[in-house]
Structure formats: C-alpha cells, structure tokens
C-alpha cells in the first residue's frame, strides 16, 4: 500500500473519531481518552459513547464554576450571595460570606 492510499485510509479514521469524543464529553468524560478510542474503534466506540450515562458530578462542577458555592456544614450547593443554607438552614460563618463577594 502507498503512503497517500495509507493516508487515505487513517484521514477518515481522524475525523469519524471525534463523533464518539464529543458525545462523551458532553456526558462529562475525557475527550483525549474517548477521541482515541473512537479513532481504534469507531463502531464500538458511537455505540459505547450513546450508552453511557452522564456523569453525576457534571452539574455540581458546573454549579460550582457559575455562582454557587458548598455550605460548610451540610456540603450541599447553595448560591455565593446566600448568608444561610436552603439545606439545612444554618447560618453560614462570616468568612465564607465574605469569600462570595
């Protein structure tokens, strides 16, 4: 096999590897890890990344990067403008109300 007819083949391969790698990343997995295994293993690799359940910790991560903040007593997210906990309704210390302005 030529090298352009070996290029030829892998071109593809590249680009059809990062359908799989988007699909995971938006569930909250590694997209080098998934982009690699969707350019080994395509087929397998589509139908492993529609199956696969989001990650639990996706939303909290977000939540705590866009304005939100862990109560120091109960760890649930509350807003960083909240001086008590909608959880567990204890008041939150000075410092940490302080820290959210």
Not at 58 to 86: Q, S, T, W
Request: glycine share 4%; hydrophobic share 45%; net charge neutral.
């Amino acid at each position: 096999m030529s090298d352009f007819e070996s290029f030829m083949f892998i071109l593809p391969a590249l680009f059809l590897g990062l359908i799989p790698a988007f699909i995971a990343h938006s569930k909250g997995r590694d997209f080098i890890t998934w982009y690699i295994y969707g350019v080994a293993l395509f087929i397998i690799a589509l139908i492993h990344s529609l199956l696969i359940s989001k990650d639990p910790d996706l939303d909290r991560k977000n939540k705590l990067n866009h304005g939100y903040k862990e109560c120091p007593f109960c760890k649930e997210l509350m807003r960083n403008d909240a001086v008590i906990c909608p959880h567990c309704r204890r008041e939150v210390p000075l410092e940490n109300a302080e820290q959210a302005k």
